[in-house]
Structure formats: structure tokens, C-alpha cells
């Protein structure tokens, strides 16, 4: 459907919700916005937030004009027929009065129309950008978006076809939704131009009500005459939201204990409540063999320390491509999914399936006849049977299992409730280089298999009905039906960013982010996503690592 994005100008802090009482410190505006569809009506959403009253409702005006008609207006999004030839019309929303009276202390932002189908930021420079970043940097409520630059890859497999020596640095650049930068920062020669080498997230973990940028960093040109970077000292800095600038470092992991580069130069960062109430660092370092990992307070103290050979049972290779933060256990306290092991919130290990890597690995409530979460798993190493596997995430016990052999299941397959007629979430996978792909229901039914097609398809809430959307090349669809939406360039991010509780599609093109938002009515009223502490926290570890949708909690 083509539409017309309109330009998203908040109020300052002339109103916003603290989204304290649910957790952490970052508090969220309404994040207003408006889309011109094709036949001229302008369809326009915003947040409902965890902190807002049961019968909280809203007044929508189009300059004097009353669009609620001075009644509570209780959804989330508002179709606007009557726009007319006014193409600079202005939108307000305000909190509902029940006097009747409109008042401007109550005004939660307001948008004023651009001729455009979609938001955009124009990029300081001709290149198109890997990673993407959401964080409020200057504690106005209002995202922004912090991107690393460019999209270049390189991996530490010293193999043909995978290792590159770097023809760049990585460069952080740090903008508002008006297209202002505000910083960049490049991460220097000691980082190579990989993800495992440049891990980075976005978060407020110093409880200041602004967004930090935290990153893996080094000092000076260390590279060696092939281009690796195998000595000198490695750190985690801290940078300031705001400004751009480095304002604390410690050390980062050592290299010491790994058999070769392909192991140490693999690592991990992100963010975990393990008390359950404030937020932490977490370091990691390894995948295939030795891990370390480290839990850091605010100040960049350790809290704990903890390295595979300490268990007992066999903890080393069990490594993911990312780490996830989810209360597995049900105690308030976040325990931090590796792979196919887990490590509990005081640094101890929970359980390990002892089945090596998984390059697949979701957390969610997939089964709601099953207690709390589960966890679905797609391994990398060859397996006769169990290659694909739905576990219970406390225990790690297997609910059900693929009972073919798999030889390298590849990519981040997919986790999502995809079809209205199969109860709980599908999970789809498929191996790289042999014809298969599976999609089984959330009891471990067999519902397709195929012999092509993409290995990580993309959900996405966009439509009015409460399963999911998924990306298929450059439109999104209903699984299996025909495309929906169309839009340019390569997608980067689906995060629940603007408007009401469905995501958002950010895409990479040369010069240019482009945000995609839905303009589909619907009469759900769901709190933002932002504000479910597993979804959140899944979307600060999607720059660190590959790329994993993120997941509510319970």
C-alpha cells in the first residue's frame, strides 16, 4: 500500500508516562505518528504505556478541529477521512479531559505532514549501514537511532571465502528521528570489520534516564602484516549518549585459554536484570569452545565472573551466535541463555543440553499448555536425531524433537505465532547447503516441509489480527499469502519504535535509513512492546551478534 510518512515533532517534556514501576529507567513518550495513505486519509497511532490508567483515554485534534468529537477515544491509532487539501494540518493529541476541556498541559505531542511514503534519515555519507541501535540518548522520551557503519563483514574462520582483512573501520553515528547526527565514533584499526570483533549495544544502564552506548575497543593499529589484530590491549568503554565521547573503560576478556584466533575472537555483549531490578553488563567471549563470561554493575565493577571448564557437566561449545536475557526460571531475576546451555542470574550454570552449537536458538512462551517459557533450537553440529528441539527453558528438558538426522541447520530460522489455526508458535528452520526445510507447530506437529526458500524468514505485527506478518524479500505478508506491504531496502531491524504495539520495519540504503510503519486500523489496545522486559532487552542485543527478533516475556 503506498502512504506518505508525516514528520514526528514531540513536545519536549511537557508530558510523559515514567515506565519505572515496570522496570528499568527508561520512560517513553507516545511516540506520535501519522501516515497519509493513498486515498488522502491519514492514518495516525501512538503508544499506550505500562503506567497508564485502566480507563486512560484520548482526545485527537486536526488543528481546532475535535476528530474525537470531545468523547474518550480509547484506542490507539485514528483514521482521519476528512483531511482534505490540507496539507499542512496539523495533528495533537492530548490526554482526555473528562470536562471537556482541552487543555494544553495535557498535550502528549503533535505531527505536522511531509510529502514522503515512508521516514527517513538521510545518512552523513554514501554508505549503507550493518547494525541499528534504539536508545533515548537525552531523556526526552523520544527514540533515537545509533547505527554502525558500513554494512561490511568479515569472519574469523581462517578459511577461503571467510576471513577478509578489514578495508575499514567501523564508525558508530548517532541520529534523531529529524535527521540530526548528533556524534560519530569510530571504533578504530585495533576492531576489526566483523561482528564478532565489534560487539556494541544501546541502553540506560547507568540509571541516569539516558541512553550509553557501550563497545568493544582496542588502542592505536596493532593489525599484524596479514591484518589481524591478534595483540595489544582490548577493552569495553562506555560512551556517553549525548556527546559521543568515552567516559569509562575496564579490560575486556582475555584472549589466554584459546586453541586458536577462529575461538577468541568471537564475542558477546549485553544487558540483564539479574537482580531483577537493576540493569547489568554482560560480557562474553567464545562460542565453539572455551566461554568466559562477566557480569558487570553500572560503574563497570564485576559482579561475577564465570568460564565453561568451572561445571562439571559440559558447558565449553554450547555457545549461540547471540545472548538472550529471559527469567527462565521464574524468580523476577534474568538468567542468560548462551545456546544450548544456560547460566543462572549469580553466574552458576542452570543446565546444558551438551549438543554444541545451535545457530538457531529462540526463548518465548512457544507452548502455553507448558509452564513459563521454552526454548527452540536448530544446531549447527550434526546431529542423528533432535537437530531441531522445543525445551522446557527451566529445566532444559526436550518436549518434543525432530526425529531425522540433520547435518548443519543454518541460519536464525524463525519463531512466531504465523497461522490462525495451529494453537501457540510455529518454528521454522532449515539446513545451508541440503534441501530442507521445516515448519512444525508448537506440539511438534509436522505442518510444511520445503525444499527451498529462505533459512531466517522475519516476523513482524503489522496487521489488525494477532498473528504475526512475515518478511519475504522486499514486501511483508501473511505466511504463505500474498504481499501486504512493499518497501526498499535491506532490513535491518523490526522493532516496535513509534505508534501503537506493532513493529516497525527499519531498512539500510546507500545513504539513507528508512523507517516503515503499518497503516492498517486495528481496535487492539496492547502496551507498547518497549516496555516488556525480555522484548526490550532482545532488542538491545540484536547489535552485538546476529540478528534475533525479539521475544516477549510472559
Request: proline share 4%; charged share 25%; aromatic share 12%.
Amino acid at each position: 500500500m503506498k502512504c506518505r510518512w508525516l514528520l514526528i515533532e514531540m513536545v519536549g517534556l511537557m508530558f510523559f508516562v515514567f515506565s519505572a514501576g515496570v522496570f528499568g529507567s527508561e520512560k517513553l513518550g507516545r511516540g506520535l505518528v501519522a501516515l497519509e495513505k493513498e486515498d488522502g486519509s491519514v492514518f495516525l497511532s501512538w503508544r499506550l504505556l505500562a503506567d497508564d490508567a485502566p480507563d486512560m483515554a484520548f482526545t485527537l485534534m486536526r488543528g481546532s478541529v475535535n476528530l474525537t468529537q470531545g468523547k474518550p477515544y480509547r484506542q490507539t491509532c485514528f483514521v482521519d477521512t476528512d483531511r482534505g487539501e490540507k496539507k499542512e494540518a496539523v495533528y495533537t493529541l492530548y490526554q482526555f479531559n473528562k470536562g471537556g476541556k482541552v487543555e494544553s498541559s495535557d498535550r502528549l505531542g503533535f505531527v505536522k505532514a511531509i510529502d514522503k511514503s515512508y521516514l527517513s534519515i538521510s545518512l552523513k555519507g554514501d554508505y549503507d549501514f550493518q547494525k541499528i541501535g534504539v536508545g533515548d540518548l537525552d531523556g526526552d522520551g523520544a527514540y533515537e537511532y545509533i547505527i554502525k557503519q558500513p554494512d561490511f563483514n568479515t569472519d574469523p574462520y581462517q578459511h577461503p571465502g571467510y576471513w577478509k582483512k578489514s578495508t575499514t573501520t567501523y564508525k558508530l553515528e548517532a541520529y534523531r528521528l529529524d535527521g540530526t547526527m548528533l556524534w560519530r565514533y569510530d571504533m578504530g584499526w585495533s576492531i576489526e570489520a566483523g561482528i564478532w570483533y565489534s560487539p556494541w549495544i544501546v541502553y540506560d544502564v547507568d540509571g541516569d534516564g539516558k541512553a550509553e552506548v557501550y563497545c568493544k575497543a582496542g588502542e592505536g593499529d596493532p593489525r599484524d602484516e596479514k591484518g589481524l589484530v591478534q595483540a595489544g590491549p582490548e577493552y569495553l568503554v562506555k560512551i556517553d549518549g549525548q556527546t559521543g565521547r568515552v567516559v569509562a573503560k575496564t579490560a575486556w576478556l582475555t584472549r589466554e585459554g584459546y586453541p586458536s584466533y577462529n575461538y577468541y575472537c568471537r564475542n558477546f555483549l549485553t544487558v540483564a536484570y539479574l537482580d531483577g531490578k537493576t540493569p547489568s553488563l554482560i560480557m562474553q567471549r567464545g562460542t565453539y569452545n572455551l566461554i568466559k563470561t562477566k557480569a558487570l554493575d553500572k560503574d563497570l565493577n564485576e559482579i561475577w565472573y564465570w568460564e565453561s571448564p568451572q561445571e562439571t557437566k559440559k558447558y565449553h561449545g554450547q555457545g549461540s551466535h547471540g545472548l538472550i536475557s529471559a527469567d527462565v526460571d521464574e524468580d523476577g531475576r534474568d538468567e542468560l541463555v548462551i545456546g544450548a546451555a544456560v547460566l543462572d542470574d549469580n553466574g552458576k550454570g542452570l543446565w546444558t543440553l551438551q549438543m554444541g552449537h545451535p545457530d538457531v536458538c529462540h526463548v518465548a512462551d512457544i507452548d502455553s499448555d507448558n509452564p513459563g517459557l521454552e526454548i527452540f533450537y536448530g544446531f549447527e553440529t550434526r546431529q542423528k536425531t533432535d537437530g531441531l528441539c522445543v525445551v522446557d527453558a527451566k529445566t532444559g528438558l526436550k518436549l518434543w524433537t525432530h526425529k531425522e538426522a540433520t547435518k548443519h541447520v543454518h541460519g536464525q530460522g524463525m519463531l512466531g505465532d504465523v497461522l490462525t489455526d495451529s494453537p501457540g508458535m510455529e518454528v521454522y528452520a532449515g539446513e545451508r547447503d541440503y534441501k530442507q526445510r521445516w515448519l512444525y507447530s508448537a506440539k511438534g506437529e509436522l505442518i510444511e516441509f520445503h525444499e527451498t526458500g529462505t533459512l531466517s524468514p522475519r516476523p513482524v505485527w503489522w496487521d489488525a489480527d494477532p498473528q504475526k506478518e512475515v518478511i519475504v524479500s522486499r514486501d511483508i505478508r501473511d505466511w504463505g499469502g500474498e504481499a501486504i506491504t512493499p518497501f526498499k531496502g535491506r532490513v535491518v531491524a523490526i522493532v516496535d519504535c513509534l505508534g501503537d504495539d506493532r513493529e516497525e520495519v527499519i531498512t539500510s540504503l546507500k545513504g539513507e535509513l528508512r523507517i516503515y510503519s503499518t497503516t492498517i486500523p486495528a481496535s487492539a489496545r496492547r502496551v507498547c512492546l518497549m516496555q516488556d522486559r525480555q522484548y526490550r532487552l532482545g532488542i538491545v542485543a540484536q547489535t552485538m551478534g546476529y540478528y534475533y527478533p525479539a521475544q516477549l516475556g510472559r
